[in-house]
């Protein structure tokens, strides 16, 4: 155990074919880049161990919050994994059914294939309490399932490959719950922050008839063929580029499966045979310059389904919307406009309607994941996206936080005490 007179905090930033600031006699930490350099004087330690926190601005993705509420209950012990364990030979224990824990906040070098037999249900979870890590190494996580099994993975941080459903014949799996999950947009991440493999997919269905079912989790893209239903809440599904594909088809050109998308904040392109409800939504798509896709957001079947109190780009395909922006605000623009002036003309009606486009978008104070304000919207953010939720919150994945009225609330009691004169106001440090 170092005492505080041991460890020094400075930069270990890159220097020819070493690291900046080399300790002498003390151990050097860099919080920012996540470097530790011991000095040549300290005898090599067998073990290092570091203990961190980090900063989120809710409970979701991988994390070592309480979870319990959302765990599956099994009539058998859990199959417990410890430091240097195998999760496979865990998971190989409960193919009839159950679970496998892992009670430590480490990280596993390990690429499991999960197998759950007919009519059971399989959950590979991370202990309440403990944020597990799984660098899959450039390898894919596969999940195959018989007739009516269901695997649920839950407060896992999976990073360096995939997850897929493959199609192997005689894989059944009915349903998919990834819960409190992590899928590390881009793969993994440089040493800045930034995704090693932007464009490739990190979840893949590859059979029809599976439920797919994600709720408060992190994931990069997602491919499924038709056939399949995808059901996202309170999550963020983030092809790491507005151009980028956030769900499609395998082939990424065509439509992927039903999808339902309720709180949730999608950055990259989506095309789905169907969408059965969008619901207080972000989606932030963009086409490329000479892109492949007609549409930033497109449905093949749009006479069923609803898109209500959400962001869906213009020149989208969807279905009905309702009170959903920038539509909304440029009907409404257009509309104050006409009762100012009567005679108002198409050519005008277009300047209006591009003005409220061009202003009501979606601004982030990161959209970066591993940043701790990660798809926060900016409180410079439009008005009708950061109010524009059914009950007043913001639309996207923080919904639920209802920071709104928060904000509201505050400052309509502080407005009780102030004297005469005075009024309140609110400085937010982060």
Same mark, same amino acid.
Request: glycine share 10%; net charge negative; aromatic share 6%.
């Given at each position: 155990?170092?005492?505080?007179?041991?460890?020094? /905090?400075?930069?270990?930033?890159?220097?020819?074919?070493?690291?900046?600031?080399?300790?002498?006699?003390?151990?050097?930490?860099?919080?920012?880049?996540?470097?530790?350099?011991?000095?040549?004087?300290l005898?090599?330690?067998?073990?290092?161990?570091? &203990?961190?926190?980090?900063?989120?601005?809710?409970?979701?993705?991988?994390?070592?919050?309480?979870?319990?509420?959302? !765990?599956?209950?099994?009539?058998?012990?859990?199959?417990?994994?410890?430091?240097?364990?195998?999760?496979?030979?865990?998971?190989?224990? /409960?193919?009839?059914?159950?679970?496998?824990?892992?009670? #430590?906040?480490?990280?596993?070098?390990?690429?499991?294939?999960?197998?759950v037999?007919?009519?059971?249900?399989?959950?590979? @979870?991370?202990?309440?309490?403990?944020?597990?890590? /799984?660098?899959?190494?450039?390898?894919?996580?596969?999940?195959?399932?018989?007739?009516?099994? =269901?695997? #649920?993975l839950?407060?896992?941080?999976?990073?360096?490959?995939?997850?897929?459903?493959?199609?192997?014949?005689?894989?059944?799996?009915?349903?998919?719950?990834?819960?409190?999950?992590?899928?590390?947009?881009?793969?993994?991440? &440089?040493?800045?922050?930034?995704?090693?493999?932007? +464009?490739?997919?990190?979840?893949?269905?590859?059979?029809?008839?599976?439920?797919?079912?994600?709720?408060?989790?992190?994931?990069?893209?997602?491919? &499924?063929?038709?056939?399949?239903? #995808?059901?996202?809440?309170?999550s963020?599904?983030?092809? +790491?580029?507005?151009?980028?594909?956030?769900?499609?088809?395998?082939?990424?050109?065509?439509?992927?499966?039903?999808?339902?998308?309720?709180?949730?904040?999608?950055?990259?392109?989506?095309?789905?045979?169907?969408?059965?409800?969008?619901?207080?939504?972000?989606?932030?798509?963009?086409?490329? =310059?000479?892109?492949?896709?007609?549409?930033?957001?497109?449905?093949?079947? @749009?006479?069923?389904?609803?898109?209500?109190?959400?962001?869906?780009?213009?020149?989208?395909r969807?279905?009905?919307?309702?009170?959903?922006?920038?539509q909304?605000?440029?009907?409404?623009?257009?509309?104050?406009?006409?009762? @100012?002036?009567?005679?108002?003309?198409?050519?005008? @009606?277009?300047?209006?309607?591009?003005?409220v486009?061009?202003?009501?978008?979606?601004?982030?104070?990161?959209?970066?994941?591993?940043?701790?304000?990660?798809?926060?919207?900016?409180?410079?953010?439009?008005?009708?996206?950061r109010?524009?939720?059914?009950?007043?919150?913001?639309?996207?994945?923080?919904?639920?936080?209802?920071?709104?009225?928060?904000?509201?609330?505050?400052?309509?009691r502080?407005?009780? !005490?102030l004297? /005469?004169?005075?009024?309140?106001?609110?400085?937010?440090?982060?």
């Amino acid at each position: 155990m170092l005492t505080p007179d041991q460890i020094q /905090i400075c930069n270990l930033s890159d220097s020819g074919a070493g690291w900046a600031h080399v300790p002498i006699d003390r151990v050097s930490v860099d919080p920012e880049l996540g470097r530790l350099a011991l000095p040549a004087s300290l005898d090599e330690p067998d073990r290092v161990e570091v &203990t961190f926190h980090y900063g989120a601005c809710a409970d979701m993705g991988g994390g070592s919050y309480s979870r319990r509420e959302g !765990f599956i209950v099994s009539s058998a012990a859990p199959e417990h994994i410890g430091e240097g364990d195998s999760i496979q030979t865990a998971l190989d224990n /409960i193919v009839n059914g159950g679970v496998a824990q892992i009670g #430590v906040s480490h990280r596993f070098t390990q690429a499991p294939d999960v197998l759950v037999n007919a009519d059971r249900t399989l959950s590979l @979870r991370a202990a309440d309490g403990h944020r597990a890590f /799984i660098d899959l190494d450039g390898d894919e996580m596969t999940l195959v399932g018989g007739s009516e099994a =269901e695997i #649920v993975l839950d407060g896992l941080v999976i990073s360096g490959g995939r997850l897929v459903v493959p199609d192997t014949g005689d894989n059944n799996l009915r349903r998919l719950v990834l819960r409190h999950v992590t899928l590390v947009p881009g793969r993994t991440l &440089t040493i800045d922050g930034e995704p090693v493999s932007p +464009t490739l997919p990190l979840l893949v269905v590859e059979i029809p008839n599976v439920t797919v079912e994600i709720e408060r989790s992190i994931i990069g893209g997602i491919r &499924t063929v038709e056939g399949s239903a #995808v059901a996202i809440t309170d999550s963020i599904v983030d092809a +790491t580029n507005r151009t980028g594909i956030a769900f499609s088809a395998l082939d990424e050109t065509s439509h992927g499966g039903v999808l339902t998308l309720c709180e949730t904040t999608v950055i990259g392109k989506v095309a789905a045979r169907s969408f059965p409800l969008i619901s207080n939504t972000i989606l932030d798509a963009a086409l490329a =310059e000479a892109d492949d896709w007609t549409s930033p957001v497109w449905a093949l079947q @749009r006479q069923t389904g609803c898109a209500r109190f959400s962001y869906i780009p213009p020149n989208s395909r969807v279905p009905r919307q309702h009170r959903c922006q920038p539509q909304f605000a440029a009907a409404k623009a257009v509309e104050a406009e006409e009762a @100012r002036n009567p005679l108002l003309t198409d050519s005008a @009606r277009e300047h209006i309607v591009r003005g409220v486009r061009a202003r009501v978008v979606p601004a982030y104070t990161s959209s970066r994941y591993g940043t701790p304000a990660y798809g926060q919207l900016l409180l410079s953010a439009p008005a009708e996206i950061r109010r524009g939720a059914d009950s007043g919150s913001e639309m996207g994945v923080y919904h639920h936080l209802y920071q709104p009225q928060r904000h509201d609330a505050l400052l309509f009691r502080l407005n009780e !005490f102030l004297p /005469i004169g005075l009024d309140a106001g609110l400085i937010y440090v982060t």
